[in-house]
């Protein structure tokens, strides 16, 4: 099934770059958010998001700026320096569409450790 990379205005990260409802923010540049997640996965799980309007991974691709896409991962790597997981090794990874189970529709790259993190792909659900 094609995804829909048609951008919601009123997803819950769309809701929270506008200050409609709080975060718990981490790092904030120009070009990005980084708060931690609501239901963290491990003792660190952030989010970092573009600012721009961008669906997914593939929509950023489309669309985005270089300048757009450096500052992502740069914010990514500033946000592992900011929680101190090089040290002991992180993970970061992007849900994108239907088979990742992509919950929220506003690019999302998720920082996670500060635990053993195990393997890393799950077993499909069911
Ligand atoms: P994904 O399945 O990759 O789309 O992940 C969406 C993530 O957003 C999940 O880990 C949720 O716990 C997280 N999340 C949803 N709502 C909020 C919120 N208001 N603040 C912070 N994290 C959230």
Not at 81 to 103: C, F, M, V, W
């Amino acid at each position: 099934m094609a995804y829909d990379m048609t951008y919601d205005p009123n997803n819950i990260f769309a809701r929270i770059l506008r200050g409609e409802i709080p975060c718990d923010k981490v790092y904030e540049d120009e070009n990005c958010l980084a708060f931690n997640d609501i239901a963290p996965k491990a003792p660190v799980h952030v989010l970092v998001i573009p600012k721009g309007a961008y669906v997914n991974l593939d929509d950023f691709h489309a669309k985005a700026s270089d300048a757009e896409i450096a500052a992502l991962i740069r914010a990514v790597g500033t946000v592992a320096k900011l929680k101190d997981l090089p040290a002991t090794g992180y993970r970061i990874l992007s849900n994108n569409g239907e088979d990742a189970h992509q919950e929220v529709p506003h690019l999302h790259i998720h920082v996670i450790g500060k635990r053993d993190l195990g393997g890393m792909v799950g077993k499909p659900k069911g």
